[in-house]
DNA sequence: TCTGGGGTCCTAGGACCC
DNA sequence: TCTGGGGTCCTAGGACCC
């Protein structure tokens, strides 16, 4: 049976969101309607773009672009920090919205949901007064803007919703394909990115059509599984469900970019402790245990190293991950000077499924000591409850909650 | 000039077993 | 002595997304 998708999709999200948020805390300035963008912090070696309004679009200015480079575009560009917690304000407050019209919802970012509408179409209705009603409701009751895109599948839905911004509604059923995603250029295509382009270039593929219409077996002869992806997603094939129950992460990471160039081996360890702190409580926060620890640098030359390691058995032990974390990071470190820091866990397991007799006594006095941190950080917050090695931290380095 | 952080998925090559 | 595949697991690296 037919599928019946929306995509919603907000627009200038981070933006749009700060823009809301400073006008209901008394500000008379929509930064929506000047030159502005959501940034890092640079004095952190953050300073990228993160989101951009209209008209700093309009001078050129891209998302992930250095500040610097968006600043020598508009020298008046206003620059405004972001924040995830009005961030996840919104959201959910879209979502909770969303609800009243299907529980089938993909939360697939921060800011973009699928709802998988098949079966929930009051009678007499239709698909596309549904959408049309989302947007304005969220307009009005939310106060920032969102596209919606009405579609079969979930590929077409996100490629509708991407069509002519903002606040607009857009169709692309099977017969509109031709017409209004064809003519498109290929690097507008879904999971089409920038490092397969030159490949797709010099096959002739310039648009989404010309892709559509090649031999598939020549596409996946190219681009293996991959390509076989991206030939479907051009002939507006995908089959894939709208994924609305809540998912356990496959893995769980946390890395820093540095305030500057480490090279001294301690003062990099002292930053991994507090890493490992974070990963291993959202572990436990999930309920969930790590077979494999992940640590990996990024030299003041952007090269990435990585090492990781299968552990005999699966944890959410603050120290052990910190053993393994240590251990890999010194079989890592040349000497080379560190710009980034990261650590992460992957094949990652329900915690009820593993049988408690796996457990020595040491992982069992472990596990106290961290049930009785994390009952301290949910009192005091995260960043009050620490661990000795974390105490001599460089105080440039601001830590997330 | 300067270049974030959080993810998922895939591939290549080596080790090891049968 | 020299020689085979297939299958699985593991690690490192890289693609893509928002």
Redesign the pocket.
Known sequence: MEKQILHVDVNN?FLSWTAVEMLKNGETIDIRTIPAIIG?D?A?????V?AKSNLAKQVGIQ??E?I??AR?KCPNLQIYQGNFTVYRKYSNALYNMLLEYTDKIER?????CFMDMTNYIPKGRTLLEIAYEINKRVKEELGFTVNLGVAHNKLLA?MAS?FEKPNKVHTLFENEIETKMWKLPISEL????????PKLYKMGIKTIKDLAIKNEEEIIKAF???GKMIWEYANGIDNSEVIYEE?K?????????LPYDYSDIEKIEEVLVALVEQVSY?LRCNKMLAE?V?VQIKTN??K???????MLIPTDNTKIILQEAKKLLH?LYNKVPI??I?V?V?KLTDKEQIQLSLFDNTSKKQTQIDKVVDELKEKYGQDKVTRAGKMNIDKNIKF?D
């Open positions: 999200a890092g640079e952190q070696r953050k300073g990228v993160l998302t992930g250095p610097f480079f020598k697939f970012s921060i800011d973009e996100k991407d879904f999971m089409v990115g920038k490092r397969s382009l293996g599984k991959y998912e992460p496959k893995g769980i990471g946390n890395s820093i970019t959202r494999v992940n030359e952007f990435v190293y990585s090492h990781q390691r299968k079989e710009r980034l990261g992460r992957d997330k």
